[in-house]
C-alpha cells in the first residue's frame, strides 16, 4: 500500500523557517517525480514545488522561488521541503503528492502556522 | 502563474448530471493533455478522478468523464449522487515544467 508521511510543520514567527519532511512506502520511491502541494485555511490548492526522480530537476512556484528549497534522499525514501523567509500568506496545509496524474497518491499534510 | 477559472459552484439533483468547466491558457490547458480532476471532501486530502484529460483511475466510477477543447478542460458527473458532494479542483501541466490548480468547485447535491 502506498503511503506518504508529512511531518515538520508547526508554529513559526514571520521570517523563519521549517523543514518539511514526507515518509514513503509501498512503491519505488527513486522511480517517481514528486511534489508539494498547499492548501491556505478554506483556500483552495497551490502548487508549491516539484523535483524530478533523481532530484536533478527542480521546480518552484513564483510565489515560493527563492525562499523555499525542495530535495529527496532516495536512500531514505524520504522528500523534503526546506521552507524560509515565512510570511503569512505561506500559512497552509502542506501536502506531498506522488505524481500530478496518472498514479497520484497524496499524503494527509502537515499545517505551517505562520504568526508572531 | 494565475489559477485556472472554475465556476464557485454547481448543483444538481440526484440523478441529475452536471459539468465543471477548467479554463486556463494557451502556456498550460491550451498547450497539453495534462489535465487532470481532483475530488476533495471536507477535511481529506485530495482523491485523483481523472488524469491526461479522459482517463479514469481504477477505482473510480464510469459516472466520470473529462473532455477538453481548446483552453477549457471539463469534468462531467453523470447520475449525480449524494456521495459525490465535495470540492473538485481542475490542475493542468504549463509551460514552466510547473503545474496549475483550478480556483476549485464547490459540487451540491440538492
Known amino acids: 500500500e502506498v503511503q506518504l508521511v508529512e511531518s515538520g510543520g508547526g508554529l513559526v514567527q514571520p521570517g523563519g523557517s521549517l523543514r518539511l519532511s514526507c515518509a514513503a512506502s509501498g512503491f519505488t520511491f527513486g522511480a517517481y517525480a514528486m511534489y508539494w502541494v498547499r492548501q491556505a485555511p478554506g483556500k483552495g490548492l497551490e502548487y508549491v514545488s516539484s523535483i524530478s526522480s533523481n532530484g536533478i530537476g527542480t521546480y518552484y512556484a513564483n510565489s515560493v522561488k527563492g525562499r523555499f528549497t525542495i530535495s529527496r534522499d532516495n536512500s531514505k525514501n524520504k522528500l523534503y521541503l526546506q521552507v524560509g523567509s515565512l510570511r503569512t500568506e505561506d500559512m497552509a496545509v502542506y501536502y506531498c503528492?506522488?505524481?500530478?496524474?496518472?498514479?497520484?497518491?497524496w499524503g494527509q499534510g502537515t499545517l505551517v502556522t505562520v504568526s508572531s | 502563474q494565475s489559477a485556472l477559472t472554475q465556476p464557485p459552484s454547481v448543483s444538481g439533483s440526484p440523478g441529475q448530471s452536471v459539468t465543471i468547466s477548467c479554463t486556463g491558457t494557451n502556456s498550460d490547458v491550451g498547450s497539453y493533455n495534462r489535465v487532470s480532476w481532483y475530488q476533495q471532501p471536507p477535511g481529506t486530502a485530495p482523491k485523483l478522478m481523472i488524469y491526461?484529460?479522459?482517463n479514469r483511475p481504477s477505482g473510480v466510477p464510469d459516472r466520470f468523464s473529462g473532455s477538453k477543447s481548446g483552453n477549457t478542460a471539463s469534468l462531467t458527473i453523470s447520475g449525480l449522487q449524494a456521495e459525490d458532494e465535495a470540492d473538485y479542483y481542475c490542475s493542468s501541466y504549463t509551460t514552466s515544467s510547473t503545474f496549475v490548480f483550478g480556483t476549485g468547485t464547490k459540487v451540491t447535491v440538492l
Open positions: 491526461e484529460v479522459t
Open positions: 503528492a506522488r505524481s500530478l496524474a496518472s498514479e497520484s497518491h
